[in-house]
């Protein structure tokens, strides 16, 4: 058997925010490895750091302090065209409000990752088709993204975040605008699609429907890493 590969190693994260008497701390000494083919949960309450966590391990936010590592490349180190290159190679990201582009198709939308790798559009058009039908979507495929729900919007922020098979994937409470039923069959279809792959994926969510699917799940508060609720399967 293939011995798991360390996909993520974050050490002694720190974040401040604001100024002066504002000046608060988001991230306090926070550590975390995650691991090629696991699906790691991080759970905490609201405001306890979670997205900034997910930002800073996804290259999107400079930590104040501390080293990440994402398959043993020190990504804080990178000059920011690597930095960006480095993103569009090995990262997906669903955030928690979608950030989709309003002026693209809804397939157009879940394109985008492979436009950007240089796919031919045609090509890219029709896996992002694909993608669309997954997540059951495939009749708003023509709709701008104003046009969807936002349970369907969160479902196309999920779809364009897959399409490209990124080795590490970073959903931010990706079931929060879904119904029960969908939020467990799209996070168990990412869960199989991609861990079969290896691939390493970061859930943060309050969402107990979907807990099961977790390998392992953290807990944070305060800006801390708090405890371990479940151990490798
Ligand atoms: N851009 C920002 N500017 C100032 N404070 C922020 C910013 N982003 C997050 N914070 C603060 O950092 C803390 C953690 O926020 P966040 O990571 O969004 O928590 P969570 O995702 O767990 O709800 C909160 O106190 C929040 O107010
Ligand atoms: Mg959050």
């Not at 180190?77 to 693209?104: E, I, M, N, W």
């Not at 039923?181 to 969510?205: H, K, M, P």
């Not at 429907?209 to 390998?215: L, S």
């Amino acid at each position: 058997m293939k011995m798991p590969s360390v996909a993520v190693s974050a050490k002694g994260l720190m974040k401040w925010f604001g100024e002066g008497p504002a000046r608060t701390l988001a991230i306090n000494d926070a550590s975390i490895d995650a691991w090629h083919g696991e699906m790691l949960y991080i759970v905490g309450p609201s405001g306890s750091g979670k997205t900034t966590l997910l930002s800073i391990l996804s290259g999107i936010l400079r930590p104040d302090a501390g080293s990440v590592l994402v398959e043993d490349i020190d990504i804080w180190k990178l000059d920011s065209d690597a930095l960006a290159a480095f993103r569009l190679k090995t990262l997906g990201f669903v955030f928690q409000d979608y950030h989709l582009f309003p002026r693209l198709t809804t397939v157009e939308n879940v394109a985008i990752p492979l436009i950007l790798q240089k796919r031919n559009w045609d090509e890219a058009l029709g896996e992002a088709m694909k993608m669309l039908e997954v997540v059951g979507l495939e009749t708003r495929a023509q709709l701008p993204p104003v046009k969807l729900s936002g349970g369907e919007q969160q479902r196309v922020a999920i779809a364009r975040a897959i399409v490209a098979r990124p080795d590490i994937l970073v959903l931010d409470e990706p079931t929060a605008s879904l119904d029960g039923d969908t939020g467990r069959r799209i996070l168990g279809f990412v869960r199989e699609q991609l861990l079969s792959e290896q691939r390493c994926i970061l859930v943060v969510t309050h969402d107990a429907r979907v807990f099961d699917y977790a390998d392992r799940i953290l807990h944070m508060e305060d800006g801390r890493i708090t405890g371990l609720e479940r151990e490798a399967r």
